[in-house]
């Protein structure tokens, strides 16, 4: 018994190790580049450029297999910070591309959820709370307005709410530098 608890434990250790340095000497880096691009990109998650997440097209934008102007939510200034950095001329929204949407937020109408909770699994963000079989509601200051959660609705109880822009939520649409005279 002893002799077998002695030969499993050095087969755990050697494996341990052939396991520790395959880790070490197979080590894949990561992209700055990809990384980069994603810290420009809104991470919205929501699926609007074509590629299930904001990775996965800064994936495909660092391989250039995409166009810089597919992010709808990243807006104009989006497209102008991805055509600096990659050092590519500014291409506006248009053709195949979704022109952005104004910014909203998903609203659920209360007396219409039945709780199934396919909004909460479709939300990227964690933006929705609630539980089975009772009422869900809306997080706004999470929300990216992406709605994703409009199509797994059984009951068609959310609806997306334009947001009006008031001094205390809007911005320049163009760079400073714009708009100063040369």
Not at 134 to 145: D, K, R, S
Request: charged residues 20%.
């Amino acid at each position: 018994m002893l002799s077998a608890l002695l030969v499993m434990s050095g087969i755990a250790i050697l494996l341990g190790a052939v396991l520790g340095f395959a880790a070490i000497k197979f080590r894949v880096e990561g992209n700055p580049l990809v990384d980069k691009i994603d810290a420009i990109l809104p991470q919205t998650q929501c699926g609007q450029c074509g590629f299930p997440g904001c990775m996965p097209y800064a994936t495909a934008l660092a391989a250039d297999e995409a166009d810089i102007n597919r992010c709808p939510p990243g807006g104009e200034e989006g497209i102008r910070k991805l055509a600096e950095l990659l050092n590519k001329e500014f291409i506006p929204f248009g053709g195949d591309t979704n022109a952005p949407k104004p910014k909203s937020l998903a609203f659920i109408d209360e007396n219409t959820c039945i709780g199934c909770t396919l909004c909460i699994q479709a939300c990227p963000v964690d933006a929705i709370v609630g539980a089975a079989k009772q009422m869900h509601t809306i997080v706004q200051a999470e929300c990216t307005g992406c709605e994703l959660c409009l199509a797994p609705c059984p009951v068609d109880c959310i609806s997306m709410v334009v947001i009006e822009e008031k001094i205390t939520n809007w911005k320049w649409k163009y760079p400073v530098y714009a708009l100063t005279p040369a």
